[in-house]
C-alpha cells in the first residue's frame, strides 16, 4: 500500500510532535473514508524507517515517547547550526529563552515542572522551541499524568560551541529563595545571551503570536 506510506510520511512530517500510531490510524481512516488496519500503518511506518536510514537521506524516521518524527541526523547539525546563525536574526521572545535556559539545566523537565518556576504557562514557548528544534521530547515522567519530559538537542549544544552540557556555565539553584518566581538572573549570563538570536519563523506567524520580537 505505497500510497499509505506515503500519507504517513506526510502526516509525521508535518506534525511538529510524535504521532502515534492510533493518531495515524484515525487520521487516515477520516482520510479515506475506510478501516485501515493498524498494521498497515505499523508496515507503512517500518517501510518508511528503513527507506529513510539510507545515506542519501539527510534526516530519518525516529521512534520517540509514544510517537514518530522526522529528526535531522546527527551528521548534519552542525550544517544546520550554521544555516541557524546566518539566517535572517530575529530574537526570541524572553518566555521562549527563559523555557530554553530552565530545559537546558533542570533536563530531563516536564512542562509541569517550567511552569512551576516560571510561574507562567509555557506552551506555546516549548512549541516554538520543538519547531526550532532546540529541544526535543525525551520520554515521559512517572509522576501524575504521565507528563512528557524536554531536554535539548545536539542543535542547541552546536549552537552554543559546547560539546557537553557540562561546559555550561553553573548558574544559581533556579528555586534559590532569594529569587522571586520566574525571576533568573543567573541566567543572563549562561544561556540567554548565546541563544538570544535565532531563525525567524514566518514572519507573520510570530508576530501574531506574539512570540519572536525585532
Not at 14 to 43: G, H, N, R, Y
Not at 95 to 119: C, D, F, M, N
Not at 142 to 151: H, M, N, T, V, W
Not at 167 to 189: H, T
Request: aromatic share 8%.
Amino acid at each position: 500500500m505505497e500510497f499509505l506510506k506515503q500519507h504517513v510520511e506526510a502526516l509525521i512530517f508535518a506534525s511538529p510532535q510524535p504521532v502515534a500510531v492510533i493518531e495515524l490510524k484515525t487520521v487516515m481512516e477520516e482520510a479515506f473514508q475506510a478501516e485501515i488496519k493498524e498494521a498497515d500503518i505499523l508496515k507503512a511506518i517500518e517501510e518508511a524507517k528503513v527507506q529513510f536510514q539510507q545515506p542519501q537521506y539527510s534526516f530519518e524516521l525516529i521512534e520517540i515517547a509514544g510517537g514518530w518524527q522526522f529528526l535531522t541526523k546527527g551528521a548534519y547539525h552542525t550544517t544546520v547550526a550554521i544555516h541557524l546563525r546566518q539566517a535572517t536574526k530575529k530574537r526570541l521572545s524572553q518566555a521562549a529563552l527563559e523555557t530554553l535556559a530552565l530545559i537546558a539545566y533542570k533536563q530531563p523537565v516536564s512542562r509541569p515542572e517550567i511552569e512551576e518556576i516560571r510561574g507562567v504557562n509555557c506552551d506555546y514557548a516549548l512549541q516554538k522551541l520543538l519547531e526550532k528544534e532546540l529541544v526535543f521530547i525525551t520520554g515521559r515522567s512517572e509522576g501524575p499524568g504521565r507528563p512528557l519530559l524536554y531536554g535539548t538537542t545536539e542543535k542547541f549544544m552546536d549552537y552554543l560551541g559546547i560539546n557537553s552540557l557540562t561546559d555550561l556555565p553553573k548558574p544559581k539553584d533556579f528555586k534559590d529563595e532569594e529569587n522571586s518566581v520566574g525571576e533568573m538572573p543567573a541566567l543572563e549570563e549562561a544561556v540567554l545571551p548565546a541563544v538570544a538570536f535565532l531563525p525567524a519563523e514566518a514572519r507573520q506567524a510570530g508576530e501574531e503570536a506574539g512570540t519572536v520580537t525585532s
